[in-house]
Nanobody, 126 residues
Framework: QVQLHESGGGLVQAGGSLRLSCAASGRTFGSAIVGWFRQAPGKEREFVAAITSSGLTDYKDSVKGRFIVSRDDTKNTVYLQMNSLKPEDTAVYSC????????????????????WGQGTQVTVSS
């Protein structure tokens, strides 16, 4: 069983930066795909970014060039560096991990992920 814990959220002004962390306990990320999702008030949860064990990444179009996902397997932690934040980035951000052997072709689908963190609030003021 994997437990995921996000940290690093907070209140920031538009144009500012935050770095979210997703730490795993119980077992290592190993070959799992790790994704970041967000849910804004009144909206469905949506894909933000994902990374494979080999470092392959993908991003939602609206965050490309502003967000960077990375992983440090020595610390069993995945990061989401968020720059040039906009008010529309305000949401609860959650990290999620797949099981072994998950297909990268499906990485934007929430159903691919077996383990979820509790989420961290990011609020961007204008």
């Amino acid at each position: 069983q994997v437990q995921l814990h996000e940290s690093g959220g907070g209140l920031v002004q538009a144009g500012g930066s935050l770095r979210l962390s997703c730490a795993a306990s119980g077992r290592t990320f190993g070959s799992a795909i790790v994704g970041w999702f967000r849910q804004a008030p009144g909206k469905e949860r949506e894909f933000v970014a994902a990374i494979t064990s080999s470092g392959l990444t993908d991003y939602k179009d609206s965050v490309k060039g502003r967000f960077i996902v990375s992983r440090d397997d020595t610390k069993n932690t995945v990061y989401l560096q968020m720059n040039s934040l906009k008010p529309e980035d305000t949401a609860v951000y959650s990290c999620a991990s797949t099981g072994v052997g998950a297909s990268w072709l499906l990485h934007r689908s929430q159903s691919l992920y077996n383990y979820w963190g509790q989420g961290t609030q990011v609020t961007v003021s204008s």
